[in-house]
């Protein structure tokens, strides 16, 4: 890599696009039919008390760092990039730069490992879908 992409080279539709996969990503990954349950027991959270949390005021904050994400990723990898380029700059994203930070600052608040394992891999897989994405369009 030898430059980021210019500003106006980025495609603003695909990084919001590709931003928008966190919500319903999330949403199933932390339901009952993945990892909602084991979740919610590590972390000392419910249904009922993560509703009482403003979860439009999350779900905002949460969609405009997906957004940062997004674009930082648009920025690497270019406008041509392709698929499976995309996927795996995705990929290393998610596991060396988010999983690694992320499992970095969880072990030293002695988070167990499991919820460790659920929330890098969830990071994993948001960088590696929004890479492909970018990489596509």
């Not at 966190?22 to 084991?38: D, E, I, N, T, Y």
């Not at 948001?126 to 970018?134: H, K, Q, R």
Request: aromatic share 10%; no cysteine; net charge positive.
């Amino acid at each position: 890599m030898n430059t980021l992409t210019a500003l106006d080279e980025v495609n603003y539709f695909a990084v919001f696009a590709a931003a928008a996969i966190r919500v319903p990503l999330a949403g199933l990954w932390h339901s009952p039919l993945l990892f909602g349950r084991p979740w919610e027991h590590m972390v000392g959270l419910d249904s009922t008390a993560m509703r009482r949390r403003g979860l439009p005021r999350l779900f905002a904050f949460a969609f405009l760092t997906s957004v940062a994400g997004a674009f930082v990723l648009a920025l690497l990898l270019g406008r041509d990039a392709g698929l499976a380029a995309g996927a795996l700059a995705g990929l290393l994203t998610g596991v060396g730069i988010a999983g690694g930070a992320l499992a970095s600052s969880m072990v030293f608040e002695k988070r167990p490992r499991p919820l460790i394992m659920i929330d890098a891999a969830f990071h994993t897989v948001l960088f590696t879908s929004t890479g492909a994405v970018l990489g596509a369009w």
